[in-house]
């Protein structure tokens, strides 16, 4: 059996096998490899061959095509993201709509979600293809219903704490429940299993989402890797500012009102000021102890699989990392 160190290494050797960066045209190919050689953590594609190795005898290796799909496919999500939100970095390094343009971004990246169903049609017979297409698609279609809902909630002020909950489940936790029930499905898992571990993968990827949401305000920047405090310069509509608006009314909200109209010029006291409002209110308490419990559903789940807790152990200490990632 594979640990989930070496499963990112077994990922991160077959994307370089792509030669991304030889295949014509190069302005087509070049922001592709680009946007994979920026690296991350490959959580996607390791909890795929993490799934099928639980169930084929610690074998990964008939799921790794479906989990470099995978692995693109995200990729592509992040391409059109940064070109959405305009955001002009990605891993401290230049936005591919911002190194070479708007039109080659939306192009890379069409074509990015195009070769993830091309490899899964290429390296799998019918009998597995069907099996694996369907909730491929499914996800797929899934994060743009979330990435529409996210775009929505930035003109609302009346985002309710479900709504942004559910935004997050299909822009960022089917991908990794997905992963899961894709990697199952091909390690020959039966349909209770990949229903369970589905769903594991969606309580794992709420609380990732969640932890995000917390890292982006109580981080330290060394460890963060980038400026905290983003979220509330541009006052995103994060589950720490709905809780905000659920929990304040009169003179604190309208306190809260006027540190959201703050502009760039006072960046640093606005993110001071919100802080310390969370901190009053107790919200990083409150979202602390949800990805907790979420992050619990996700290993009871994982435990109550069939193939036993030995053979998930790289999926259980990956979804306990996620969880403990520092402040």
């Not at 305009?86 to 990015?112: C, E, F, Y």
């Not at 935004?167 to 997905?178: E, P, Q, Y």
Request: proline share 3%; hydrophobic share 40%.
């Amino acid at each position: 059996m594979y640990t989930t160190r070496e499963l990112t290494e077994l990922v991160n050797n077959t994307l370089d096998t792509l030669h991304l960066n030889r295949l014509k045209p190069d302005n087509l190919y070049e922001p592709i490899s680009y946007t994979i050689g920026l690296g991350g953590k490959r959580i996607r594609p390791v909890l795929c061959c993490a799934a099928c190795q639980a169930f084929n005898n610690g074998d990964p290796l008939p799921a790794l095509d479906a989990a470099i799909a995978l692995e693109i496919y995200h990729n592509f999500t992040l391409l059109h993201d940064d070109l959405m939100d305009n955001s002009p970095t990605r891993r401290g390094k230049t936005a591919v709509h911002k190194k070479w343009n708007p039109n080659q971004a939306i192009l890379s990246g069409d074509a990015m979600s195009i070769m993830s169903f091309k490899i899964l049609s290429e390296k799998y017979p019918a009998e597995i293809l069907k099996k694996i297409i369907v909730p491929f698609a499914k996800l797929s279609l899934e994060i743009c219903d979330g990435q529409q809902y996210d775009m929505e909630f930035e003109d609302r002020d009346d985002v309710s704490a479900e709504e942004y909950t559910d935004m997050i489940r299909l822009k960022t936790a089917v991908l990794l429940g997905g992963a899961l029930e894709i990697g199952a499905t091909i390690g020959g898992a039966d349909a209770v299993d990949t229903k369970k571990i589905y769903q594991a993968g969606i309580d794992m990827g709420l609380a990732f989402q969640l932890q995000d949401d917390l890292l982006d305000v109580y981080a330290n920047e060394s460890v963060l890797g980038k400026p905290t405090g983003g979220d509330i310069v541009n006052n995103k509509k994060t589950l720490l500012l709905i809780k905000a608006f659920e929990k304040t009314k009169g003179k604190s909200r309208e306190k809260l009102n006027d540190y959201l109209s703050w502009g760039t010029d006072k960046k640093a006291e606005k993110i001071k000021a919100v802080t310390e409002l969370y901190n009053q209110l107790g919200i990083k308490e409150e979202v602390s102890q949800m990805v907790s419990d979420y992050t619990e559903n996700s290993l009871n789940n994982l435990k109550s699989l069939s193939c036993g807790e030995d053979a998930i152990m790289p999926i259980i200490e990956l979804a306990n990392k996620l969880k403990s990632r520092a402040f």
